[in-house]
Structures are given as C-alpha cells and as structure tokens.
Nanobody, 125 residues
C-alpha cells in the first residue's frame, strides 16, 4: 500500500509563500508521474500542477503558472510545491497524487491511483 503524506500547509497573508511537501512511502516513487490538486469548500477538486517521473517535464494550471513551482527529489521519495504570491483564492486543501503507471503527465483526477490526506492552505487578504 502506497502512502502519501503532505506537509507544509498553513495560514499566510496574501502575497506570501508556502512550500508544500509530499513524502511517499513506496520505493518505486521514481517510476511514477506525480501531481498536486486542490479543493476549496463547496468546489470540485481541481488540478494544480504535475511532474513527470524524472522531473523533466512539468505542467501547470493557468491559475498556478508563473507563481507555483513543482519539483521532486527521487532520492528522498519527496515531491514539492513552492507557492509564491499567494492569493485568497488559493485557499484550499491541497492533495498530493500519484498517477497511474506509464502516464507522463495528466490533469485529470481520474488518472490518479493514490491520494494523500491533504494539507490546508489558507491565504488571508
């Protein structure tokens, strides 16, 4: 069973930064593309960013592009999301996701096989 554990969420003022981490239990972490999704109260879960198995390719939602940076350290079985210039509309629970085998990148939550428990990010105005 794969476990994904997010950390790094919290309360920050608009314009501030946070760095989320996702630690994976599986030694096969480096074999899979990974992603970040988020879900605000009363809204559907939405794609934020994705990264290929070796970090060579990344993709961002329009809302994240230019402000967020996804990265991974396969030696540490850990993925990151650096979030800068945060806005109140970024407030949500952020989820780490591992994609199905052989996928390079995906924006669809239907491509996810494992989810973390989520970490709350709250941006005050």
């Amino acid at each position: 069973q794969v476990q994904l554990v997010e950390s790094g969420g919290g309360l920050v003022q608009a314009g501030g930064s946070l760095r989320l981490s996702c630690a994976a239990s599986a030694r096969t972490f480096s074999n899979y593309a990974m992603g970040w999704f988020r879900q605000a109260p009363g809204k559907e879960r939405e794609f934020v960013a994705a990264i290929s198995w070796n970090g060579g390719r990344t993709y961002y939602a329009d809302s994240a592009r230019g402000r967020f940076a996804i990265s991974r350290d396969n030696a540490k079985n850990t993925m990151y999301l650096q979030m800068n210039s945060l806005k109140p509309e970024d407030t949500a629970v952020y989820f780490c996701a591992r994609y199905k085998p052989l996928l390079i990148l995906s924006i669809s939550y239907e491509s996810v096989t494992y989810w973390g428990q989520g970490t709350q990010v709250t941006v005050s105005s």
